[in-house]
């Protein structure tokens, strides 16, 4: 069971290009976020979706695009990368709250822009 | 603004207890969860609490009083690999799941 692969592990970007960091679920999830984690900053939420089609923003959602065309899928995309965003993503799938909370992590993807 | 407090820092000597607190904006609150990262790791889950009172996972357990708006993760028996950041999380009712800025826990011999 692969749980949530997140790819890629590292990438470095120069400001301005563009690129989709992949995030697949096999558990058959409805929920699945993106966050960011900065030191000290802890995980902050930048767009989130609650089943296939829907969407939402998070806390910090300037400069990303997301969708989710299927259950297991939820590409995050980075139109005109910016210094401001290196960090390390994390992507995250759950079932509904109302059924278990408990939150699955890929393994994150370290992203410098330079 | 981070809509959960915790505190930034903990120190603690091996097998000791550690509490560590959480308050949470309550707007649309459904649950209250922990989650433990070691270095350059993802986050794993400890615990949840939707109803008040006290959940007992091992070593670890977690408290939520929902008109406090506040909960708690007590870490016993404290050991070297518990050196760990440790995150309290909100989800509310709309699916949103957020997370404190976490706590630091330093283990020393």
């Known amino acids: 069971n692969a749980g949530v692969t997140q790819t890629p592990k590292f990438q470095v970007l120069k400001t301005g290009q563009s690129m989709t960091l992949q995030c697949a679920q096999d558990m058959n999830h409805e929920y699945m976020s993106w966050y960011r984690q900065d030191p000290g900053m802890g995980l902050r939420l930048i767009h989130y979706?609650?089943?296939?089609?829907?969407?939402d923003q998070g806390e910090v959602p300037n400069g990303y695009n997301v969708s989710r065309s299927t259950t297991e899928d939820f590409p995050l995309r980075l139109l005109s990368a910016a210094p401001s965003q290196t960090s390390v993503y994390f992507c995250?799938?759950?079932?509904?709250?109302?059924?278990?909370?408990?939150?699955?992590f890929g393994q994150g993807t370290r992203l410098t822009v330079v | 603004g981070q809509s959960l407090e915790q505190p930034s820092e903990v120190t603690a000597v091996e097998g000791a207890i550690v509490q560590i607190n959480c308050t949470y904006q309550t707007s649309g609150f459904y649950g209250l969860s922990w989650y433990q990262q070691h270095d350059g790791g993802a986050p794993t889950f400890l615990s949840y609490?939707?109803?008040?009172g006290l959940e007992e996972t091992g070593r670890f357990s977690s408290f939520l009083s929902r008109s406090d708006s506040y909960g708690y993760l007590l870490l016993q028996e404290l050991q070297m690999k518990d050196s760990a950041s440790y995150f309290c999380?909100?989800?509310?009712?709309?699916?949103?799941?957020?997370f404190g800025a976490g706590t630091q826990v330093v283990v020393t011999p």
């Open positions: 999380a909100r989800t509310d009712s709309w699916g949103k799941f957020q």
């Open positions: 609490n939707a109803l008040d």
């Open positions: 995250a799938s759950s079932y509904s709250p109302a059924e278990n909370t408990e939150a699955f």
């Open positions: 979706s609650v089943g296939a089609g829907i969407t």
